[in-house]
C-alpha cells in the first residue's frame, strides 16, 4: 500500500514504467526464495537473465524533446513608400509649373475704386488733400507666359495686365507687369543690336493660389511708363473754378505699388494700393472677377 500510494503521486507516464519495475523486483526476490538453497548459483543464473530483459534502459526512461517547429522566413523585400513622390508629384508641386496652368486665363469682374486727391495749393506750398471720391468700374484681369525682348525673358511667373475702365476715362487705371519696347536697330556707336527692348515693371510672386506682386521700376526714365491712374486736371492749376480738362491725365504709379490677394484659375479677388510719381494720387482698389 505504501508503494501504490507513492506511485500515484508519480506522474502518469513515468507511473506506468514504475510499476513495471517494482513487479519486477517482487519477481526476482520470488524466484530467490523458491531455488534448492543454493544462492549463489541463482543469483548467477537469474540476475543477469531478468536485468538484461526486464530493466528499463536509460534512454527508454528519458522522452525525446518535444520536436522544434521549423520557422521559414518569408524573403525580405523592400515596401515601396506610399508616400514617397513620383517625379510627376514633384513637378506638380512646383510653383512655377503650377503658374503655367495660368498663362492664357483672363478674368472680368468688378472694380471698387477709393482715391484720394492732392494738390500743392496751399499758401505755404505744401501737399494737401483737395478731393476723394469712391466708384466702382468694369475691370478685366489677363495672364500670359511670361514675356521676352531681346535676350531677356521677364522673371515672373506670368505676365500680368490689369485693366479698370477705358484707357482714356477720368478714373480708369492699368497695372502692366512688363512689356517689350522697340528702340533703334543700332547703339550711339553705331553697333548693330536687337531692337527689341524687355522692360520689366513689377516683381510678382505666387504660391498656393496667392498673388504677391510689386511695383519696382515705374520706367519713367525710358518714357515707357505703363502702370497709370487716369484722373482729370484742372485747366489752370489750383484754379479748381476754372473748370477740369475733359477726359483722364495719365499719372504714373511709384515704386511700391502692391497688388496682392487670391488668384487660382477660376476667380481673382485682389486688392492694390499705390500712389502716383507725383504724389497727387492715392489710390485703394478692390477687384472680384471670375475667368471666362
Do not use: K
Request: aromatic share 8%; with cysteine; glycine share 10%.
Amino acid at each position: 500500500m505504501i508503494v501504490m500510494t507513492g506511485v500515484r503521486e508519480v506522474p502518469g507516464f513515468a507511473r506506468a514504467r514504475l510499476i513495471s519495475a517494482v513487479c519486477l523486483g517482487l519477481m526476482c526476490a520470488t524466484l530467490t526464495g523458491c531455488g534448492d538453497g543454493d544462492s549463489s548459483e541463482a543469483g548467477a543464473s537469474s540476475a543477469p537473465a531478468s536485468t538484461a530483459e526486464f530493466s528499463p534502459s536509460t534512454a527508454q526512461a528519458t522522452l525525446p524533446p518535444d520536436p522544434t517547429p521549423t520557422v521559414t522566413e518569408p524573403p525580405t523585400t523592400e515596401a515601396e513608400d506610399p508616400f514617397t513622390e513620383s517625379p510627376e508629384d514633384e513637378t506638380a508641386l512646383d510653383g512655377e509649373e503650377d503658374a503655367s496652368a495660368l498663362w492664357g486665363t483672363e478674368y472680368s469682374g468688378t472694380a471698387e475704386i477709393s482715391v484720394d486727391i492732392y494738390d500743392f495749393c496751399s499758401a505755404d506750398g505744401s501737399r494737401r488733400l483737395a478731393d476723394s471720391q469712391s466708384y466702382s468700374m468694369d475691370g478685366t484681369l489677363n495672364l500670359g507666359s511670361p514675356r521676352s525682348g531681346g535676350d531677356e525673358t521677364e522673371s515672373n511667373p506670368f505676365s500680368l495686365l490689369f485693366a479698370a475702365g477705358d484707357p482714356s476715362e477720368a478714373g480708369a487705371v492699368s497695372f502692366w507687369s512688363s512689356a517689350v519696347s522697340t528702340t533703334s536697330g543700332q547703339d550711339l556707336a553705331g553697333n548693330p543690336r536687337d531692337p527689341q527692348v524687355l522692360l520689366t515693371y513689377w516683381e510678382m510672386g505666387w504660391s498656393e493660389g496667392e498673388l504677391d506682386a510689386r511695383l519696382t521700376d515705374p520706367h519713367t526714365q525710358e518714357a515707357v511708363a505703363l502702370n497709370l491712374f487716369n484722373w482729370s486736371s484742372p485747366v489752370v492749376a489750383c484754379r479748381s473754378d476754372l473748370g477740369q480738362l475733359p477726359g483722364g491725365y495719365p499719372h504714373a504709379l511709384d515704386v511700391g505699388t502692391t497688388f496682392e490677394g487670391l488668384l487660382d484659375s477660376s476667380t481673382a479677388s485682389l486688392t492694390a494700393e499705390g500712389v502716383s510719381t507725383d504724389s497727387l494720387i492715392e489710390f485703394h482698389i478692390e477687384f472680384e472677377g471670375t475667368s471666362w
